[in-house]
T-cell receptor, first 116, second 114 residues
Framework: KAGVTQTPRYLIKTRGQQVTLSCSPI?????VSWYQQTPGQGLQFLFE???????NKGNFPGRFSGRQFSNSRSEMNVSTLELGDSALYLC???????????????FGPGTRLTVL | DAKTTQPNSMESNEEEPVHLPCNHS???????IHWYRQLPSQGPEYVIH???SNVNNRMASLAIAEDRKSSTLILHRATLRDAAVYYC???????????????FGKGTHLIIQP
């Protein structure tokens, strides 16, 4: 089975721009969670989608949004980029919604976003 | 999620066992103990999890204290490929409800010397 894939792997944007990141979960997985990882804050939860519905959201401003398609692929969008949005954005997939069953998350390699 | 405390870094020699400690004194009865690791330039990878009893899998062993206030991840024979940041996380297993995402602390940076 192919693992979680994320595209693009690297991205450079300037302040004020917007960006869309993509995540394809493991085949058969319907839950996709997004995380932001920075050296200072560590890994922080953004939101989780299951069967095209957002189930939970972390403490991030409304500039961060996401969606999930019927094939379980998910996109994350950040509008009006700020310098502090520079981070590694990770997505993770699971067969079940977060908090159910063994809750093992399968992570992708991440997208490294640099905001100049 | 309840808080965990881990040493910032640990060093070990190749082919020797490694014991990575984690304190979680505020753990509740429904919290599962999970371990993930993150190799350089990769996303986190699940290692092992447990509730009360010690657990073994192909990657590692998890030893849980009787009072569950601490646990230890054991790598039986460390290799250079085990050099990574190891995260200890507590997760509540809900029954059908939603849950917050995983909350990773700073973790322990494991250095393996050849």
């Amino acid at each position: 089975k192919a693992g979680v894939t994320q595209t693009p792997r690297y991205l450079i944007k300037t302040r004020g721009q917007q960006v869309t990141l993509s995540c394809s979960p493991i085949s058969g997985h319907r839950s996709v969670s997004w995380y932001q990882q920075t050296p200072g804050q560590g890994l922080q939860f953004l939101f989780e989608y299951f069967s095209e519905t957002q189930r939970n959201k972390g403490n991030f401003p409304g500039r961060f949004s996401g969606r999930q398609f019927s094939n379980s692929r998910s996109e994350m969008n950040v509008s009006t980029l700020e310098l502090g949005d520079s981070a590694l954005y990770l997505c993770a997939s699971n067969e079940f919604p977060a908090g159910v069953s063994y809750n093992e998350q399968f992570f992708g390699p991440g997208t490294r976003l640099t905001v100049l | 999620d309840a808080k965990t405390t881990q040493p910032n870094s640990m060093e070990s020699n190749e082919e020797e066992p490694v014991h990575l400690p984690c304190n979680h004194s505020t753990i509740s009865g429904t919290d599962y103990i999970h371990w993930y690791r993150q190799l350089p330039s990769q996303g986190p990878e699940y290692v092992i999890h447990g509730l009360t009893s010690n657990v073994n899998n192909r990657m590692a062993s998890l030893a849980i204290a009787e009072d569950r206030k601490s646990s230890t991840l054991i790598l039986h024979r460390a290799t250079l490929r085990d050099a990574a940041v190891y995260y200890c996380i507590l997760r509540v297993l809900y029954s059908g409800g939603g849950a917050d995402g995983l909350t990773f602390g700073k973790g322990t940076h494991l250095i393996i010397q050849p």
